[in-house]
């Protein structure tokens, strides 16, 4: 299984994007199961103000795919679990962090 996590703040940084197409590819393919884990500042990012920006737009495509989505935090989109990113990495082969 791989964890793909994302950290960077999307107000800073782009990169977040390319966390979610790899999630979203990995699905896809199904070669291997994919989880995302939303850490520090991009999880900071996800709240009830920010529903209709388009870092949050890009979220919900996770769960077109039945991508199980964490975070460090509760955050206020129904489907993100809270969980601690030590726990999932240790269920994981792979972590990639954006």
Known sequence: MIL??????PLKSGIYIQGIEAALNVAESE???????????FSLSVNCD???EEHLK???????FDIEVYADRVLCIEG???ASRKS???QCDKVVVF
């Open 4 to 9: 793909i996590v994302l950290s960077t703040s």
């Open 31 to 41: 070669a291997e199961s994919v989880k995302v884990y939303l850490d520090s500042e």
């Open 88 to 90: 999932l990495q240790e």
């Open 50 to 52: 920010t529903l209709g």
């Open 80 to 82: 993100i679990a809270k």
């Open 58 to 64: 890009r979220l919900i495509q996770l769960f077109l």
